[in-house]
């Protein structure tokens, strides 16, 4: 069987993503597992590691910040939109992004929310967040969601509409039968209405809908009893806002979550960690999150074959 092809991008240039690649692709680990493709700014690394492809994609009159700039910006999006290209072209089976800076590309009048809801748009798809611990998986209902706003997105109908399509895309692309464990919104689930009703209105009449649709689904869960028993890599833990499920992926994984997109046409992860520009140039760059996102999404594809 020929070996997965993998293409990968440098994310924000002035971040920590091109030196975390260099890196990672130095042991020569993952050119032994995968064809590997890198697009973006040759010259934001030192060496192109060997047996990688490094497709040179910039804006060479740009400079390179340490901070969010609309020039990192320009070039993190020209990246994007070349990977789109070719993963529309079936050019590779996985799609790896390095860390982009949301604050760099809305400077250039973007209106980027993240990675996942930019290809969604991009291949008009739903896309659904997905966080790879090691343990148990990790869903995100609400990704890039202020908190005022969570409430008000979780309906019903929005609910059961999440876990149906989530299990249709993880059957479709990931070829097994999830079971799903959703977590209550508020203190201890809600404590039968007396802490909120939203468990007792509107997520319990949800998994009752899709209990009867033959999804295998439990809860509300109380959000801080959700991540104590993992269940195995088909057991996913559905958390209703972002850093509800965050705080259980970085635990469980120790900082080292892969982040995975599915419903797209193509299979996507990326290391779980923004640009740090803090630490960018220093050395101090942990590659470890990058490396998983390349084994685990080989991984992955191969349950799909």
Same mark, same amino acid.
Not at 71 to 95: K, P, Q, W
Not at 162 to 174: D, N
């Given at each position: ?6 293409l990968?991008?440098t994310?924000?240039p ?47 009159t ?13 070039? =993190?999006?020209l990246? &994007? /939109? !070349?990977?789109? *290209? ?8 996985? @799609?790896?992004?390095? +860390? ?26 739903r ?14 209902f ?12 979780? =309906?019903?109908?929005? &609910? /059961? !509409?999440?876990? *149906? ?8 692309? @990931?070829?097994?039968? +999830? ?28 998994i ?15 959000a ?34 892969v ?5 797209l ?41």
């Amino acid at each position: 069987m020929s070996r997965p092809r993998v293409l990968m991008t440098t994310g924000d240039p002035g971040g920590v993503g091109p030196e975390i690649l260099q890196s990672v692709l130095q042991t020569g680990e993952l050119q032994a597992a995968a064809e590997i493709t890198v697009i973006g700014p040759r010259r934001a690394v030192e060496s192109v590691p060997e047996g990688v492809r490094w497709d040179d994609v910039d804006l060479p009159t740009l400079r390179f910040h340490r901070r969010p700039h609309p020039d990192n910006g320009r070039v =993190t999006l020209l990246t &994007l /939109e !070349e990977a789109c *290209r070719r993963m529309g072209r079936n050019e590779a089976d996985l @799609l790896v992004t390095g +860390p982009a800076s949301k604050e760099a590309i809305r400077r250039c009048g973007i209106p980027f929310t993240g990675h996942t809801e930019y290809f969604g748009q991009v291949f008009q798809a739903r896309p659904y967040m997905l966080f790879l611990t090691g343990s148990m998986p990790v869903a995100l209902f609400s990704m890039h969601l202020p908190f005022r706003e969570i409430a008000e997105a979780l =309906t019903k109908t929005s &609910l /059961e !509409e999440f876990i *149906r399509g989530l299990s249709t895309a993880w059957t479709r692309q @990931l070829n097994s039968h +999830p079971r799903f464990r959703v977590a209550g919104l508020n203190p201890h689930a809600g404590e039968g209405g007396l802490l909120g009703v939203e468990e007792r209105e509107i997520i319990e009449p949800a998994i009752e809908t899709l209990l009867t649709e033959g999804i295998e689904v439990e809860g509300p869960i109380p959000a801080d009893s959700l991540f104590l028993h993992p269940d195995g890599p088909d057991t996913v833990a559905v958390a209703l806002y972002h850093d509800q499920g965050m705080i259980g992926a970085k635990m469980m994984s120790q900082g080292h979550a892969v982040n995975c997109t599915l419903g797209l046409p193509f299979l996507r992860t990326s290391p779980d960690h923004g640009p740090a520009f803090d630490i960018a140039g220093t050395g101090k760059a942990d590659p470890e999150s990058t490396r998983r996102a390349v084994l685990e999404g080989i991984q992955l594809l191969g349950k799909r074959r």
